[in-house]
C-alpha cells in the first residue's frame, strides 16, 4: 500500500479509532458502576463477552490502518505502557476504589490496547516479505500452544500459581455485578469475567498491520477474527472449557485461511514453510501430551514447630477464598 491510500485510509479512520476506544472505556465504567437484576446478569455476561472481544479486534483493525513510522509506534508503545503500568501502581499503592478505582482501571485497560496496537505495528514493520507472515503464523500458533499447554512452561506456571501477575497485565473481560433485593447497592468495582493475554491483541495487531501493508485480505480477516475469537472465548468459559487455551492458534488459523491464496511461494520456501509447520506441530502436541499426563503435587503446608500433635486437617490447595 502506498503512502497516498495509506494516508488517506488513515485519515478517515483514525476518528472511528478513538471512537472505537471511547466506546470500551465508557462499557469499562458502566460494567463498574451498574448493578443488575439476577435474571439479567447472564444475558450482559454475554454481551460483555462479545463486545470486549469485538471492540478491541475493531479497534486494532482501524489502528493498524494509519500511517505508521517507526518513530511513532515507539511512543505508542512507550506512552500505552506508561497508562497501564501507572494505572496499576496507583490502585495498588493507593488502594483506590470506588468510582476512582474503576476509572483509573479502565485508564489502564485503554494503555494496554494502545501499547498492543504500537508494539504490533513495530513488529510488522520490520517484516519485509509478504511470503513470511506463513512460516510466523504458524510459528506462533504452534509455540502459543506449548506455552499455554505445558504445566512448567512460564506462561502456565504464572498463570496457576500466580494468577494475579498474568491478571495485572492481561485484558479483562468485565462480569456484570448482581443486585439483589435483600442487599444495598455495592461500591462501584470492576469485576472479571475472564482474561486474554496481552499477547492475542498484539499479534491480531501484527496480523492487521501486515495485512495493510501487502494490500492482503485485512477486512475480510477481521469479519472471520472476531466471531472466531467470540466463540473461543465461549469455549473456554463453558463448563468444558480447560480455563486457559492458546488464542493464537485461531489467530493464525484465520489469517492464513483467509488469506490462503495471497500466497507465491517458491520451491525453497515451501520446504521451509513445512519445516516450520512440522516443528510446531511438535511443539504443540508436545504441550498438549505433557497437560494431559500431567498429575500435580498436592501442596504440603509448612508445620510451625509448636504445633499440636494432631492439628486439623488443611485446606486443599486451590481452596476458593470466602466470600467478602
Known sequence: MNDESNKSIGEKRLPS?????AVLFALRIWFGVASVPVN????????????????????????????????????????????????????????LTGLTGVLVES??????????????????LLIKEKNLILPVALFLAGFDAFLV?????????????????FQSVASSVPKAREAKPAEKPKE?????????GPADFLFAAVFFALLYRFKMRVRETALWLAPVLVMYLFIVLSPFGLGMLPALVP???????????????????????????VIALCLAGFG?????????????????????????????????????
Open 251 to 277: 489467530i493464525g488459523g484465520t489469517v492464513l485461511l483467509v488469506n490462503r491464496k495471497e500466497f507465491t511461494l517458491t520451491k525453497d520456501e515451501v520446504q521451509a514453510t513445512w519445516g516450520v509447520a
Open 40 to 95: 439479567f446478569a447472564p444475558v450482559l455476561n454475554v454481551f460483555s463477552a462479545v463486545a470486549f472481544i469485538i471492540l478491541p479486534i475493531v479497534a486494532l483493525f482501524f489502528g493498524a490502518s494509519l500511517k505508521w513510522k517507526h518513530l511513532t509506534a515507539v511512543l505508542t508503545l512507550v506512552i500505552g505502557v506508561a497508562v497501564q503500568v501507572l494505572s496499576g501502581v496507583a490502585v495498588r499503592q493507593a488502594k
Open 17 to 21: 479509532l478513538i471512537g472505537v476506544v
Open 149 to 165: 499447554l505445558t504445566p512448567y512452561a512460564p506462561t502456565a506456571a504464572i498463570v496457576e500459581q500466580n494468577p494475579a501477575v
Open 188 to 196: 462501584a468495582k470492576l469485576e472479571a469475567l475472564a482474561f486474554i
Open 288 to 324: 498438549l501430551y505433557q497437560r494431559i499426563n500431567h498429575k500435580p503435587r498436592p501442596r504440603k503446608p509448612a508445620v510451625p514447630a509448636n504445633a499440636p500433635a494432631n492439628p486439623q486437617p488443611a485446606a486443599p490447595a486451590g481452596t476458593p477464598a470466602p466470600a467478602k
Open 107 to 124: 485508564l489502564g485497560q485503554t494503555g494496554l490496547l494502545v501499547w498492543c496496537l504500537g508494539l504490533g505495528v513495530l513488529v510488522a
